[in-house]
């Protein structure tokens, strides 16, 4: 699969919070940094990420656009919230081996009722 294509299943498993799936996408030594937290390192920690965060709330990643350049793939997003961000996806051989995403995370703790960390 080209890198779009893998960004768009990965945004179809992410629609069916299938942490199992989600994790598939991703090289065993993968990296996903969403910068409003911390890095997230190797398949099983992403597997286990995307399951607590499927626990905490009720997440859809409506895509506005997909890019493809080279080995690398660019999300564009909104949520049903009104809530917006955008992910880059390093892809080799069809798998994730690097992933960052932007978004508003006091944004999103409040839209989902979430706790404010001090």
Not at 53 to 80: Q, R, S
Request: net charge negative.
């Amino acid at each position: 699969m080209n890198p779009r294509d893998v960004v768009a299943a990965w945004v179809e498993a992410f629609n069916r919070a299938d942490a199992d799936s989600l994790a598939n996408y991703y090289s065993e030594d993968a990296a996903n940094h969403q910068v409003a937290e911390g890095k997230v390192k190797g398949r099983d920690a992403i597997r286990r990420k995307f399951r607590q965060e499927f626990a905490a709330a009720e997440m859809t990643c409506i895509v506005e656009n997909i890019f493809e350049d080279g080995e690398w793939a660019i999300l564009e997003w909104k949520d049903p919230l009104g809530l917006r961000g955008c992910g880059f996806f390093h892809i080799k051989e069809g798998k994730i081996c690097f992933q960052r995403g932007y978004w508003d995370k006091l944004t999103f703790l409040r839209q989902h009722g979430l706790p404010i960390p001090e």
